[in-house]
């Protein structure tokens, strides 16, 4: 079993940054992919930015450039440095844990809200 938790939300300002980080507990294996995905009211859930055990990313269009993924392997700790924020960054962001098998671990997600 693997437990995620989601810190670093907030309410920011168009322009500014925060970063997410997102703490495994549980049993991490070096084929695990972690990742960040987002959901606006309304919207459904969307892939923001994936990271594999060797640090190889991938992200969405709309945050490339301006956002950055990366992991911690020892501390079982991912990030999300995102700067440049917009208005349509506002969402629950979720942190997630993808095994070689298809199981997939989901936190319980952080508000931010990008706003003047």
């Known amino acids: 079993q693997v437990q995620l938790v989601e810190s670093g939300g907030g309410l920011v300002q168009p322009g500014g940054s925060l970063r997410l980080s997102c703490a495994a507990s549980?049993?991490?294996?070096?084929?695990?992919?972690m990742g960040w995905y987002r959901q606006a009211p309304g919207k459904q859930r969307d892939l923001v930015a994936l990271?594999?055990?060797?640090?190889?990313?991938n992200y969405a269009d709309s945050v490339k450039g301006r956002f950055t993924i990366s992991r911690d392997n020892a501390k079982s700790t991912v990030y999300l440095q995102m700067n440049s924020l917009k208005p349509e960054d506002t969402a629950i962001y979720y942190c997630?844990?993808?095994?070689?098998?298809?199981?997939?671990?989901w936190g319980q997600g952080t508000q931010v809200t990008v706003s003047s």
């Open positions: 997630n844990l993808i095994r070689p098998s298809g199981t997939v671990y």
């Open positions: 549980g049993s991490i294996f070096s084929r695990d992919v």
């Open positions: 990271i594999t055990y060797d640090s190889n990313t």
